[in-house]
């Protein structure tokens, strides 16, 4: 409630306006549209709608109303006058409830609800409104407060038919492993039979007040929870997301079809999450776990919260194990680390999720789950990636979860926690995952959409303060967790999508000063040639050489800084005719060095490849060589050296270090090749 509204309650509250007279009002208002439009319409005079009023309602509301005409609330009054009705019902020590019935009570029956009504909640008195609803069948529901009890034989039938439908499930698959016992099928019936005038009880309720876009306000329910799940009587789900004086912001987690305002909302008494299990990998699902690949359903073994508390600093341990990308540029120059976050940044169709992917299909035979959120993304692109995944062998080991561009923004905001939560499921088991989030742009979007509705205020860009919030407490999830506590990790791979490389926008300095280094991506390095785009003097790793090892820290030497010195080398001498012997061996050292980064799509390069390429590069294992064949060159050296130099491949990749007589028969097998 805005200050307006408060200040309106409060006049009723002085006033001491009688309940007959607020039912009244309340009733006539609702019998007739035209009224709230006639009072609310700006083009009628105040005398008019004085002359209306007065003949319309009760004399001690006669003026509360023209007050609210004056400010503005006709649209609210219904809402202020339930809100007046709740105040005078806690002045009396009064309580009103509904049964909904098909056989009626009798009057003893009916002296015992109301006894049972007054000791349970402690009031003086209680009104009792009767309806009957044969849609229950038989039994009753008897709501109360925000307590409803159910006992109608309609929802003792659902749950009866859920458990068998459960327990069929279990009896089939136990059949197939041939060890389902033959009477066990009468056993659950006998057994589920005898107990249906027992099942149902107590829960706590609370009806729609306002519908629309996805989102519900909902009086009632005093003791839900932030983020926990409710359900409404058409069985689709919300999470709660405002908690307000005197209602709640829902967001729907499907579509509101049915509902309308004083339809019926419980609660679940969990918080939102997703059932998760070994069978999720190779599987695409949507942001509730759901599978939407066509290929079976999945069992859970466990349920995990979405939003859930960082481990804290006592529990991680250093991040010092690479994370191989199998991209040469980064490897080499923005070392990755298991537990690390790195962001990917860039304008689109710079190659950002190419890189992801790339990363993904490295981690082949390296013991390592990946997991990849396409958040807000056409249907057909996520299709494209998962085909891509397949084809390179990585959907054994890989879990897509994707909330399409289609989905409503809930399901935008809730994927990238939902893949977070799968991730601490496969890391409490003492695994290493890899988690993609693609991209939090359009997830930061969605919740911008989702707060605007829900009526949060505004701040710079229209986000909600709390947008750094969203992200941080996202990322803070990745770790690398001592052996105390599992031994797994977590490493994330935000990506955020600029405008024309604006990285100092308000979502993109959130995210980079979230993160533990960045990766950015430029449109003319793209177009240029240069793929992948990195921009060398942007892109930092802030875990740096802890992340490599010490081979590759060896082997890549001062590229950064050679690269950098060829660069501002290049912008010197670009109208420069004669130049000297020493520039031009830096320049040409320089774009042997760019023309070696460059790396095709999808084939990711193994750790020993790298450490000898750098290793030739760096030491002038390839002058004299044009750059037109140095791809081709390259992959030569490399099947020679596979062929005639495997005992160097070997100790590369056991011992990772690059000792002096290690780089000597490197040199000497590179001479060898070009003789």
Sequence with gaps: MNDREKQFLE?????????????????????CSDISDTLGNPLVTHEEKRAVIAKLFP????KPLMNAVRSGLVEKLPEIMELYTDFLIEQEGSIRASVRYVTPLTELQQADLRKFIIEKFGKNDVS????????????????????????????????????LHGKAAELAERGQEGTAPSGDIISV??????????????????????????????RGMNSVMYGELVEFETGIRGIVQNLEENSVGVVLLGDDHGLTEGSSVIRTGKRAGVGVSDELLGRVVDALGAPIDGLGSIKAEDYFPIEREAPGVIERKPVNVPLQTGILAIDSMFPIGRGQRELIIGDRQTGKTSIALDTIINQKDKD????????????STVAQ?????KKYGAMDYSVVVCASASDPAPFQYIAPYSGTAMAEYFMSKGRDVLIVYDDLSKHAVAYRAMSLLLHRPPGREAYPGDVFYLHSRLLERSSRLDDEHGGGSLTALPIIETLAGDISAYIPTNVISITDGQIFLESELFNSGLRPAVNYGLSVSRVGGAAQTKAMKKAAGNLRIDLAQFKEMEIFTQFSSELDQATTDLLAHGHMLTELLKQPLYNPLPHYEQVILLYAAQHELFKGIPLKELREYRTELMNYIRTYGQDIIEEIEDKKVLTDDLAERIERIVTAFEE
């Design 11 to 31: 006049e009723l509250k002085a006033a001491k306006i009688p309940q007959a007279d607020v039912d009244e009002t309340a009733a006539v208002l609702g019998s």
């Design 59 to 62: 004399e001690s509301m006669q």
């Design 128 to 163: 009792v409104e009767y309806i009957r609803d044969p849609d229950i069948i038989g039994g009753f529901i008897l709501n109360a407060g925000d307590i409803e009890y159910d006992k109608s034989y309609r929802t003792s039938l659902r749950a009866l038919r859920e458990t």
């Design 189 to 218: 019936l006998r057994s589920e039979v005898r107990d249906f005038d027992v099942k149902s009880g107590a829960t706590e309720t609370g009806f729609i007040v306002r519908i629309g876009d996805g989102i519900a306000s909902v």
């Design 368 to 379: 390592v789950i990946c997991i990849y959120v396409a958040i807000g993304q056409k249907s």
């Design 385 to 389: 990636v998962v085909n891509t995944l």
